[in-house]
């Protein structure tokens, strides 16, 4: 059974573009990222996931449950923290906890104040006193408390400084390594490269690519930096390469062909600096969207 399926699930907003046709598997116990730029259709999906708005068509099941008439048992099982947070201001923010522990019927207070500690809130202010650093650090705690067994993340460390960044992550894979399912939305593709198994890729409402972290990694590809007055334009003519970039005297451009005819060609050109790079996943992710732009 999956912890997240769906099949072509579509949200048609008539004018407005919602996601069409989005087919996603993600197996219990994955660390899953689901990626793209703004308006891509990330939080829709996770919207639709959550039964906060309908689907035109198509259809998503949480732990085999049905996300629209089961949304209420499917909510016991999981925790979530949304890209933007927004809280009564006049609620103190062990209130706010206390609120969302009620929601099972266990309550650890040894949790709590695990959690409380490791993200160091204070849970006697107000919110309305909170910054908005301060504010996504209790939509953490509130999606972990109950140690569900799936969590969804719309980009989890907007507003987050570094330190808590950090701190998020150890636990996440913690968490991952008890057996939680993590559904991982983000455009730092820094994080999803670092702690995801697997991701989809969303471009303008629709998947693009699902492959597993590794795979797209492990192309021949390279990226290539050159810093050089010579003319490079003959050098850069082939199929073997792509994404050219210029500035000023430094010319960047993915290659994926024989390493080694590549040195030889440099061999010839004058150059102050050579640089040759593994693909990161945003090297990757750009690709693919060329790919599809063009």
């Not at 996300?67 to 062990?94: A, D, F, H, T």
């Not at 949790?111 to 908005?132: A, D, I, M, Q």
């Not at 989890?156 to 992550?169: H, I, S």
């Not at 998947?207 to 021949?220: Q, T």
Request: glycine share 6%.
């Amino acid at each position: 059974m999956f912890a997240i399926e769906t099949n072509n699930l579509t949200k048609n907003y008539g004018k407005s573009r919602g996601v069409k046709n989005i087919n996603l598997n993600v197996e219990e116990g994955e660390f899953y990222g689901f990626i793209g730029p703004n308006g891509a259709g990330k939080s829709t999906t996770i919207r639709l996931l959550l039964n906060f708005i309908y689907p035109t068509t198509g259809g998503a099941k949480i732990f085999g449950m049905d996300c629209v008439k089961e949304s209420k048992l499917i909510k016991e099982q999981l925790g979530y923290v949304p890209s933007e947070v927004n809280y009564y201001r006049n609620m103190k923010v062990i209130d706010i906890l206390n609120y969302a522990q009620t929601f099972k019927n266990q309550r650890s207070s040894e949790r709590l104040e695990y959690l409380c500690e490791t993200f160091e809130v204070e849970k006697n202010k107000l919110v309305g006193e909170l910054s908005l650093g301060n504010k996504k650090k209790i939509a953490i705690i509130q999606a972990l408390i109950n140690e569900p067994k799936l969590l969804i993340l719309d980009e989890p460390t907007n507003g987050l400084d570094p330190l808590m960044q950090k701190k998020l992550f150890d636990l996440l894979v913690e968490e991952n390594k008890k057996g939680t399912t993590i559904f991982f939305s983000s455009h730092n593709l820094i994080e999803v490269q670092r702690f995801c198994h697997k991701v989809a890729i969303i471009r303008e409402g629709s998947i693009i690519e699902v492959k597993k972290v590794e795979e797209l990694l492990g192309s021949h590809m390279v990226k290539v930096k050159i810093t050089s007055k010579a003319d490079l334009k003959d050098l850069l003519i082939g199929e073997h390469i792509s994404n050219i970039a210029k500035e000023d005297n430094k010319v960047t451009f993915l290659f994926n062909g024989d390493i080694n005819i590549l040195i030889k060609e440099l061999s010839s050109i004058n150059m102050e600096d050579l640089r040759i790079e593994d693909l990161s996943l945003e090297d990757t992710f750009m690709t693919y969207y060329d790919m599809e732009e063009k």
